[in-house]
């Protein structure tokens, strides 16, 4: 009897801190965006928008302000990658359409919208983690072995930014970088 109450108490306690969890982690790119210009383009994109939406988000709902800084930086360097990326697929002869989020994205999207002011924050951060990581391993496939040219400089040139977005919300949840430390 008392094993199941130990094992009772345990699964409420899982249970219980899995709604403190981001529940809706942004998706992966596709596996061929790793290689083949076209998906390359469209999952940089959609992990941009989704960064720069994220962010205005956080601009708006967050009480942190090392958060509204980081946020900013995400608004910034996302918007610049996006722009590099379009002139990169436009030089490299394709003709993409503007970046838009799937239904994964949008569900992570909608998760920060309806945060509790007071969970902001780390569902903020937790989405920011896994999704930068993805953008990460995307940049420096493509910049390995990606198919077009251009879009491989592109894509190496983008990497040490997402690089440094990982860093530094690594150092976010560890709380190793506070209100007055400079982004």
Do not use: C, W
């Amino acid at each position: 009897m008392k094993t199941l109450t130990s094992i009772a108490i345990a699964l409420a306690s899982v249970t219980a801190a899995l709604p403190a969890a981001a529940q809706t982690p942004p998706p992966s790119p596709p596996a061929e965006a790793k290689s083949q210009a076209m998906p390359y383009v469209m999952a940089s994109g959609m992990s941009d928008l989704y960064e720069i939406n994220s962010s205005q988000i956080a601009l708006q709902k967050s009480q942190n302000s090392a958060i509204k800084r980081f946020a900013t930086m995400m608004i910034r360097d996302h918007q610049k990658t996006t722009t590099n990326t379009m002139a990169a697929a436009k030089k490299a002869g394709l003709t993409p359409t503007p970046p838009m989020l799937d239904a994964g994205a949008t569900a992570s999207i909608n998760e920060l919208q309806q945060a509790a002011p007071g969970d902001f924050d780390r569902i903020y951060l937790a989405q920011q983690l896994p999704a930068h990581q993805a953008a990460l391993d995307l940049q420096q496939s493509y910049a390995a072995g990606g198919d077009q040219a251009a879009l491989r400089a592109n894509a190496k040139a983008a990497a040490p930014i997402v690089k440094r977005h990982v860093d530094m919300v690594t150092k976010m949840q560890a709380g190793k970088m506070d209100a007055g430390h400079k982004m």
